[in-house]
Structures are given as C-alpha cells and as structure tokens.
C-alpha cells in the first residue's frame, strides 16, 4: 500500500478519515479551498496527533480543472512515496483533476462509499494500455472513529457541560449498553449546544430531546438543523428528536422533510424520565437508524 495519501478535502472531514484510518499512511497531503480551510485545519490536528506527516496544500479555484490538475500533479512530482489519491471529497472538479492526475502520473486511486450502513472503499489502477481497471473493494472497520474524533475533526475545540436533566440522563442510560458510544451535553462556544451524540460503528448520531410544552414545538428541529449546518457538523450526521408526547402532525412533516427521527416517547409524558415502557422503543429507534451496536 502506497504510504502517502492525497486527500481532497469537502464539509465532510469523516470521508477522509476513515481511509486514512484504515490503510494507516506515514505521510497525508490535504487539498483544501478557502472554503474548506478550517475542516483541513481540523482534520490535520488529528492526524498529527496520531503521529502521522501531515501537509496542506491550497487550491486557488476549486472549478477550474486546468490548475487543480497542475496542483495535484506537482505535489506528486515532488513526492519520494508512493502515492495514493482518496477521490471521495472536494469539488467535482477537484475530483475529475484528481482522476487525471491519477492517469496521467500512473498512480493508484480510491474512492470511499456509503452503502446503507456500510462504508466500502474501492482501489483502481491503470494497466499498461492505460486503461482503467478496478483491483479491490475493502469494507470499512466498525472501530475507525470515536466521538471525539468526530466532534474534533467537524468543531475543533469543543467542551462538555454537566448540567443536564433526568429525562436526557435516562434517555443516556438507556442507549449506552446498545449503541457503541455515547455522550452527553456538548458545547462549542455560546451557539452550538448538543444534548446526545452516539456511535454505532462508524455512524454517528445526535439528538436534541424536550418535554412538556417544548416538545410540541418547532424548537428542536430549528436546534438540530443549526447544530448540523456545514459550519458544525454537516448534513450527514444523523439527527433524532427525542419528546415526551406526540408530535403535532405539522412539525411532524417538517421533521421528516429535514431527514429528522422522531421519537415519540408517550408513555413517558410528564414522568420526568424515559420509563420502562418506552425504553425498547427507544433503543429500535436509534439502532434502526445507526446500526447495532458493534
């Protein structure tokens, strides 16, 4: 396996990082856009904290297909490794330059797929004739990431507060021993507040849970679109709303049209907490939406 990796860098850091976790390269090179500066910025904090050489390296014009390709082109030109090029992120047209560049220089390409619950990263090759040919498809580990790399690699900094109530302590201890990890009450500055974030496997999930008269409100799913705007942690993390009672049939609709999971706990209402009888109602829905815990 080549032990450097070019990367091109988009809102989604996670793409990135699970080839880079998985195939373990000594060296990794991130092309990012004034757009996507800080997820660069991020994703390099983790990696060098794991030891690993890391470089980024800027594009100008993230559509302009001409320069990308000579920005990619030299930065293998100059490279004493064997070079490995991740066409998952990016622009388009970063990913077209990328593929020329791999055609162009001989070199080895991958590209990583989301398929349901599974993650499947595909290798090409070009073969004497120039021809492209497709040489492997490896499943993803279940174990590539943790919370914190997450959180980390979308928000940087971020810190934990302990001022959370019974009805999300409960929904906490209830999820724990069926999902891979969890935590609670996540903060980034004064704007971005997150009552859950789950793992299972490499999937990853928030939720933003009411009761009483706020649960039939449209307060959460306004709290869950902010907290997955491109600037947190993307329109790819999974997003529950976690209440007490039932859903006006509106909201409901609105929910389901921003790809928002709600739970609607009813034997729970005005308890305080999730009791008994909600608990596997619960537990299905998240590890429905996720997978099971692995």
């Known amino acids: 396996m080549a032990k450097k990796m070019l990367c091109l860098i988009g809102e989604q850091p996670v793409p990135n990082l699970l080839p880079i976790r998985e195939l373990k390269p000594k060296e990794v090179v991130l092309f990012y856009t004034t757009f996507t500066e800080e997820r660069s910025k991020y994703l390099r904090s983790v990696l060098i904290n794991e030891g690993i050489i890391c470089e980024q390296v800027k594009v100008d014009d993230p559509y302009h297909i001409e320069d990308i390709v000579a920005t990619i082109g ?13 066409l998952t992120g990016g622009t388009k047209p970063m990913a077209i330059a990328g593929f020329e560049v791999s055609r162009e220089k001989n070199i080895h390409f991958c590209y990583l797929q989301s ?42 900094e971020y810190h934990q507060w302990n001022n959370w109530n019974n009805f ?50 449209k307060e959460g799913i306004d709290q869950l679109n902010a907290a997955c705007a ?65």
């Open 74 to 86: 030299d930065e293998v030109d100059s490279s004493n490794s064997s070079c490995l090029l991740n």
């Open 115 to 156: 398929e349901g619950k599974r993650n499947l990263l595909f290798f090409y090759s070009w073969n004497d004739d120039n021809n492209l040919q497709a040489n492997d498809v490896r499943e993803m580990r279940d174990d590539l990431i943790t919370i914190d790399d997450y959180l980390k690699t979308h928000l940087g």
């Open 168 to 217: 999300e302590r409960s929904a906490y201890e209830t999820l724990k021993p069926h999902v891979t990890e969890i935590t609670h009450s996540i903060r980034k500055g004064g704007s971005l507040e997150i009552d859950l974030i789950f793992r299972c496997g490499n999937r990853v999930g928030i939720a933003e849970l009411k009761t009483g008269k706020s649960a039939t409100e």
């Open 230 to 294: 491109r600037e947190y942690l993307g329109t790819y993390t999974n997003k529950f709303l976690i209440i007490d009672r039932k859903y006006p049939p509106n909201n409901k609709e609105l929910a389901r049209a921003w790809n928002i999971n709600v739970i609607e706990l009813t034997e729970s209402k005005d308890k305080g907490y999730v009791v008994d009888a909600d608990k596997e109602k619960l537990v299905r829905a998240v590890t429905g939406a996720l997978g099971e815990k692995k």
